[in-house]
């Protein structure tokens, strides 16, 4: 499993809010690393969401917003649209292993 | 724009080498540090070697340290990956990926990967 824990799936309606955890330990994200996300469609390469916790990408629209607190971060996207329906991943730095990512989360629009 | 083009995946017996390529256009690529990160099919992304600009620092996961090699070429504005004693757990889409710029100590450790290449599939099998 990955060092950055996140739930394998999370779905809602269109128009809804849902919100995507990343949970770390004191070696990455509790020992104030920055918390990065990135966006990846289906059959595409990843793409860059949002990046040191809270700052959106370029084109990123404002319904995707980030935070951190202790050891976990989150990505929320207000007024989920059909295009939203990809796979999710967080990325930190741990003292021992250099660049992490998390296990990643499908996000489903029902 | 910036464009990052992986090549030279392919088909490959465990046990074999075959070395990756990254070819960036765009922007200077010898300002910036890089990444291979790769994504076994089905599977998550998983982080596999991170370059300095200057070729001077390397990082390898566990996982690849002593098999693959990380490279650079800033005068042709590419990136390698040279990866010996393959086996079947190898087999993934390999990306490069340009590192935000940052300036301070070592903080490209911790920066996020700004722009990514297509990939490049590399199957191990016999």
């Known amino acids: 499993q990955s060092v950055l824990a996140q739930p394998p799936s999370v779905s809602g309606a269109p128009g809804q809010r849902v919100t995507i955890s990343c949970t770390g330990s004191n070696s990455n994200i509790g020992a104030g690393y920055d918390v990065h996300w990135y966006q990846q469609l289906p059959g595409t390469a990843p793409k860059l969401l949002m990046y040191?916790?809270?700052n959106r990408a370029s084109g990123v629209p404002d319904r995707f917003s980030g935070s951190k607190s202790g050891t976990s971060a989150s990505l929320a996207i207000t007024g989920l649209q059909a295009e939203d329906e990809a796979d999710y991943y967080c990325q930190s730095y741990d003292t021992s292993l250099n660049t992490i990512f998390g296990g990643g989360t499908k996000v489903t629009v029902l | 724009q910036v464009q990052l083009v992986e090549s030279g995946g392919g088909v490959v017996q465990p046990g074999r080498s075959l070395r990756l390529s990254c070819a960036a256009s765009g922007f200077t690529f010898s300002n910036f540090d890089m990444h291979w990160v790769r994504q076994a099919p089905g599977k998550g992304l998983e982080w596999v070697a991170l370059?300095?600009?200057?070729?001077?620092?390397?990082y390898y996961a566990d996982s690849v340290k002593g098999r693959f090699t990380i490279s650079r070429d800033n005068s042709r504005n590419t990136l390698y990956l040279q990866m010996n004693s393959l086996r079947a757990e190898d087999t993934a889409v390999y990306y490069c990926?340009?590192?935000?710029?940052?300036?301070?100590?070592?903080?490209?450790?911790?920066?996020?990967?700004?722009?990514w290449g297509q990939g490049t599939l590399v199957t191990v099998s016999s």
């Open positions: 990926a340009r590192v935000r710029y940052c300036s301070g100590d070592s903080c490209y450790l911790r920066k996020d990967l700004d722009y």
């Open positions: 370059m300095s600009y200057d070729a001077k620092k390397e």
């Open positions: 040191d916790n809270r």
